[in-house]
Nanobody, 122 residues
């Protein structure tokens, strides 16, 4: 079994910062991509940022220059540093990891965290 546990969400004022963390545990052989998605009320879930095991990153246009994703491969942990937050960043943030659970597995599978609420108040 694989679990992703997120932490770091909360309430912050406009212009403030938060740092999200997500650690994967369980039956893990390798993790390819780790990322953060978010879903605001009445909207579809969207990609915020992603990072590969080699450190290549991808960001949504709306967060470029404000958010930074990083990763500690030894700890199977991904971070999201969020700066200059505004009301449009209010959402539930979900961690995602693309994981191979064993050396004989042919495929990787996507796993999700339970979500952490980020609320930005004006």
């Amino acid at each position: 079994q694989v679990q992703l546990v997120e932490s770091g969400g909360g309430l912050v004022q406009t212009g403030g910062s938060l740092r999200l963390s997500c650690t994967a545990s369980g039956n893990i052989y390798t993790i390819h991509v780790m990322g953060w998605y978010r879903q605001a009320p009445g909207k579809q879930r969207e990609l915020v940022a992603a990072i590969t095991s080699s450190g290549s990153t991808n960001y949504a246009d709306s967060v470029k220059g404000r958010f930074t994703i990083s990763r500690d491969n030894a700890r199977n942990t991904v971070y999201l540093q969020m700066n200059s937050l505004n009301s449009e960043d209010t959402a539930v943030y979900y961690c995602n990891a693309n994981i191979r659970v064993g050396p004989s597995e042919r495929f990787n599978y996507d796993y999700w965290g339970q979500g952490t609420q980020v609320t930005v108040s004006s």
